[in-house]
Structures are given as structure tokens and as C-alpha cells.
């Protein structure tokens, strides 16, 4: 290609790309993208292909090596950098964006983002990744916001295609504290999924629902989540918490029961079966179950167990 059209300088990025992703030979790479700069009147799209070579060679080359990693995103960086100098595409951005990710700097990421959300590239899948990065930030209100821009791309009229935005809605509301707005959220997923549901999804919602403080809905999905994975003991363990919490103690114990007989060694299944005994005044079984769960690694049985010697 290069012989047959020498001056053009996508050859250059072609053949650079070949010995820095096969061989890892960016020395190489080096002198054909220094060719490509010198013969190109595009020099942002040269720039842009250098940093997408980098940004592969991370995947490629540095999987178990996090060092190299981030030399390679730092390199892409420099030169997307270079590439939005020049021209500021809104590829240009989502690439910069997508490497601040990867590297941790979710700040940055979240200024691309929000940037990009202001060009033609703006969608649901924008505002989503902004979304992300607030998330990780452990700033779940701005992340909420972010992603109800995300919802509201698609309009008024639920579509399937909100449905993953609303469940992540729905997640990041559950964890700014607004469990009731997220109880909604998880509804309106539900009746986009038309019952395309499975038991996680129970499960996420009755966490919801019990912070909430909306018990009978919270009991009713944990039971459709064990009718739908009997085999799962965090379900059962899960309503055990959930019948303590509503004083129905011979429900709890008869869920510690089946996850007794699935993960007999859990510390959390003793705890909970000594303190519903706790509750019916039976110290004595109470003691015996809080002893399995120190035994185990409760880290709370100890100061349990103590209690009750003081009462004896």
C-alpha cells in the first residue's frame, strides 16, 4: 500500500499499527507515525490513531501487568490531547473519557461526559457513563441525575430500551438513601420486562423495598426469588432478616432451617437463628446458636453471648 500510494499517509498508520499491536515493536510504530504526521493534512486524525493503538495495547499487552497499563493509557491520553488541540471532535472526547475511566480518574472522565452530552454524540449510553462515574465518586444523587437524563432521552412513553437505564436507576436511588423512588423505578422495569424476570432482580427489589419499609411487597418478592432459585441460602437468610424485623420469628426460624441445611457453616444463619430465640426469652438455645456463629466468625456473637451471661 505504502509503495503503491507513498503519499498517503494512512499506509503509515496501517503498517504502525501492525508492529506495535503483533510485535510490540513501538519503535518501530514511532518512525511510521512520525511519516504519517509528516505527510497528513489531518494531523488530529493521526494523533487519534495513535491513541487508539495505545488505548488496544492495554487490552493486548498489559493485562497482567498494571504498570505497562497505565504508560500505555498515559500515552493515549498525550495524544488524544494532541488530537482535540488540534480539532475537538467529539470522538476525540469519548476517547478521552473512556481512558480517564480506565485509569481512575473519574473526575476527568465525568468532564468528557458531561461535554460530550452537548454534541451530536449526546444518548442514553452518554449520560449512563457519566452516570458510572458519579457512582464512583460515591456521588449517588449527581448519579441519579445523570441517569434520569439518560431516561429522559427516550421520552414519555416507556420503550423496552429504558429498561436497563431504569433498573440502574433504580440501583443508584437504592443507594443515595431514596429507597422509595427506587422501589418505582424497579416497578417500571418490571413492567417493561413482562415477567422476564429473574430471581436477583426479586432480590434487589425487596432490599429496597425493606429499607423502605414496604414489608408485605419486600415478603412477597423474597418468596417469588426462593420459589424461582430454591437453592440460593442468601435468599433465605434474607428473609429470616426480613421475619425478625416483622416479629415473625417461626417464619425467620424456618428459613434459617433450609439455610442451615445449604450452608451449615455460615455465620450469619447461627447469629440470626440466636437472635430469634433471643426474642422468645429461650437463652438457652439462643446461647447454643450464638456460639456456632462465634465459632464460625460472627463478629458480633461474642458481645452476644455476653449479654446473656449478664442476665443469668
Not at 494532541?82 to 470522538?91: F, H, Q, S, W
Not at 476527568?108 to 461526559?113: I, L, Q
Request: charged residues 25%; glycine residues 4%; hydrophobic residues 40%.
Amino acid at each position: 500500500y505504502i509503495s503503491e500510494y507513498p503519499q498517503s499517509y494512512e499506509g503509515h498508520l496501517m503498517l504502525a499499527e501492525y508492529y506495535a499491536l503483533t510485535d510490540s515493536a513501538f519503535d518501530k510504530a514511532r518512525v511510521h507515525w512520525d511519516k504519517a504526521l509528516r505527510l497528513s493534512d489531518r494531523p488530529d486524525d493521526v494523533f487519534f490513531n495513535i491513541a487508539k493503538v495505545y488505548t488496544g495495547a492495554v487490552a493486548r499487552h498489559a493485562a497482567d501487568n498494571d504498570s505497562v497499563a497505565v504508560q500505555f493509557i498515559d500515552s493515549a491520553l498525550v495524544n488524544v490531547d494532541r488530537a482535540i488541540a488540534i480539532k475537538r471532535e467529539p470522538l476525540y472526547l469519548h476517547n478521552k473519557a473512556e481512558l480517564h475511566f480506565a485509569k481512575g480518574n473519574f473526575a476527568e472522565a465525568f468532564d468528557c461526559y458531561e461535554a460530550l452530552s452537548h454534541t451530536s454524540m449526546s444518548s442514553a449510553e452518554v449520560y449512563a457513563a457519566a452516570s458510572k462515574c458519579k457512582e464512583a465518586l460515591g456521588e449517588y444523587d449527581a448519579a441519579v441525575a445523570q441517569m434520569d437524563s439518560a431516561v429522559a432521552t427516550f421520552g414519555t412513553l416507556p420503550v423496552e430500551a429504558m429498561a436497563p437505564y431504569l433498573l440502574n436507576r433504580a440501583m443508584l436511588k437504592h443507594k443515595a438513601g431514596r429507597a422509595r423512588e427506587a422501589v418505582l423505578d424497579f416497578n417500571g422495569y418490571e413492567r417493561l420486562r413482562e415477567g422476564r424476570l429473574a430471581a436477583p432482580f426479586y432480590y434487589m427489589r425487596e432490599q429496597a423495598e425493606y429499607d423502605a419499609k414496604m414489608f408485605q411487597q419486600a415478603l412477597n418478592d423474597i418468596d417469588i426469588a426462593i420459589y424461582m432459585q430454591p437453592q440460593e441460602p442468601l435468599y433465605y437468610i434474607e428473609k429470616a432478616r426480613l421475619c425478625y424485623r416483622v416479629k415473625l420469628v417461626e417464619e425467620a426460624l424456618s428459613a434459617l432451617s433450609v439455610a442451615a441445611g445449604l450452608v451449615p457453616e455460615n455465620p450469619a444463619v447461627h447469629y440470626l437463628v440466636g437472635r430469634c430465640h433471643q426474642s422468645k426469652g429461650d437463652d438457652a438455645k439462643a446461647k447454643e446458636a450464638f456460639i456456632k456463629a462465634k465459632e464460625y466468625g460472627h463478629p458480633d456473637a461474642e458481645a452476644r453471648l455476653g449479654d446473656i451471661d449478664k442476665q443469668q
